[in-house]
């Protein structure tokens, strides 16, 4: 792929349109999201006159914010499997007059990069979704230039770990604790900054820095919590996964007792939300 610089005040060429589409594009993203790309955006380095690569860019976070923070000194690309997704990130640069963006089609387990071509990969909320990780890392390393660096935000294990342990609880109520050691596989699944810095490590990367803080999600109950079109969209099948078909109606309406039951006890559903910060360098040799 041909890196290609962008015209520098293209911003007086800017008109916004006063249509359905430009409005529909002024939307926001999910907090979920937001609250990574945040911690993201806190300790990021910004530079001029670099090639930028977002990796599991979605519909245009934080790609989009990077770009326009970065200004047209910096080329900005995005690279997600999620098509219908790319589409809404080209329609929202365009809108938001965003030139120095190009969204590509593709996987990130091969990038149509040239070996070192690039000078900072970031990745938020992208690390947890990769089928295969350490192929992703591998590629990284090939496409950053010698002192680039793979910047990842992510969730840590301890995620959400009071309804964890409530839902362990169920598990033993409908008198299945044998399914405990999917529901440790699933949680686990998110890693620890020493595992996932391990992961940089064996693909290549030296650790450069890494940052860790932590919010809460606040919900009324366990009702408005397994309604919220976040949890259901993002969560929900892989709970279901965990439970036989047969016993899916009854373990969840129990889940969703004892939420409630957790909730009005504490003053709410407070739910902690672990994040990482780690920032990989491929170090000159
Ligand atoms: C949790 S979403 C994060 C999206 C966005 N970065 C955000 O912060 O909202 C993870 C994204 O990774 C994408 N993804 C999964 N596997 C991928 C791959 N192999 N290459 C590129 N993107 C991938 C998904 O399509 C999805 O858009």
New binding site residues.
């Given amino acids: 792929m041909q890196i290609t610089p962008t015209n520098m005040n293209d911003y007086l060429n800017y008109k916004f349109t006063d249509s359905v589409s430009s409005v529909s594009t002024f939307d926001e993203?999910?907090l979920w999201?937001a609250s990574?790309?945040l911690f993201l955006l806190k300790y990021l380095e910004l530079k001029s006159g670099r090639t930028l690569l977002?990796?599991?860019?979605?519909?245009g976070?934080?790609l989009l914010e990077l770009a326009g923070r970065l200004g047209p000194s910096t080329k900005c690309y995005g690279?997600?499997?999620?098509i219908n997704?790319n589409d809404r990130a080209r329609q929202k640069a365009n809108n938001y007059g965003l030139n120095n963006v190009e969204i590509i089609d593709?996987?990130?387990?091969k990038l149509p990069f040239d070996n070192t071509s690039i000078d900072l990969i970031v990745?938020?909320?992208?690390i947890n979704?990769?089928?295969n990780p350490d192929t992703?890392f591998r590629e990284c390393l090939r496409v950053l230039k010698p002192g680039g660096k793979l910047a990842i935000t992510t969730n840590l294990n301890g995620h959400w770990r009071e309804f964890y342990r409530v839902y362990e609880e169920t598990l033993a109520q409908i008198s299945r604790p044998d399914l405990a050691l999917k529901l440790k596989v699933h949680e686990e699944h998110r890693g620890s900054v020493g595992s996932l810095s391990a992961m940089f490590i064996a693909n290549g990367f030296t650790i450069a820095r890494h940052f860790t803080d932590s919010f809460s999600m606040r919900f009324l109950d366990g009702t408005a919590f397994l309604n919220h079109y976040f949890v259901k969209l993002g969560w929900l099948e892989s709970w279901k996964e965990m439970i036989p078909a047969e016993l899916q109606v009854s373990f969840f309406d129990k889940l969703e007792q004892n939420l409630n039951d957790f909730a009005l006890a504490d003053n709410g559903l407070s739910l902690t939300v672990p994040m990482a910060y780690i920032e990989g360098q491929k170090t000159v040799a």
């Fill in positions: 993203l999910p999201s990574f790309g977002d990796i599991g860019s979605g519909a976070f934080p690279i997600d499997t999620w997704a593709g996987s990130a387990e990745s938020n909320l992208g979704n990769f089928s992703v």
